[in-house]
């Protein structure tokens, strides 16, 4: 049994900063995919960001420049670094992790950008 769980989110002014992290625990033998997604009321789940296991990164053009992932394998987390937030950044942020071959989802935490 994996869980992933996620932390960090909150109320911020527009162009202010914040950073999510996703812990994942159980057994745990390999964590290939790290990525963040977000779901903004009324809209689809879209895709935010990824990291692969070798450190390779990949952005929505939405986020590029202002968001950064990262990971730290040794604490099976990953994290969003998120600068220059806007309110249109609202949303409930999701982390997916490809641990042991298969998907897995946290349960999201909620960021609200103010204008």
């Known amino acids: 049994q994996v869980q992933l769980v996620e932390s960090g989110g909150g109320l911020v002014q527009a162009g202010g900063s914040l950073r999510l992290s996703c812990a994942a625990s159980g057994s745990i033998f390999g964590i290939n995919l790290m990525a963040w997604h977000r779901q903004a009321p009324g809209k689809q789940r879209e895709w935010v960001a990824t990291?692969?296991?070798?450190?390779?990164?990949m952005y929505a053009d939405s986020v590029q420049g202002r968001f950064t992932i990262s990971r730290d394998n040794a604490k099976n987390t990953a994290y969003l670094q998120m600068n220059s937030l806007k309110p249109e950044d609202t949303a409930l942020y999701y982390c997916?992790?490809?641990?042991?071959?298969?998907?897995?989802w946290g349960q999201g935490t909620q960021v609200t950008v103010s204008s």
């Open positions: 990291i692969t296991a070798s450190g390779s990164t």
């Open positions: 997916k992790m490809i641990v042991n071959s298969r998907n897995y």
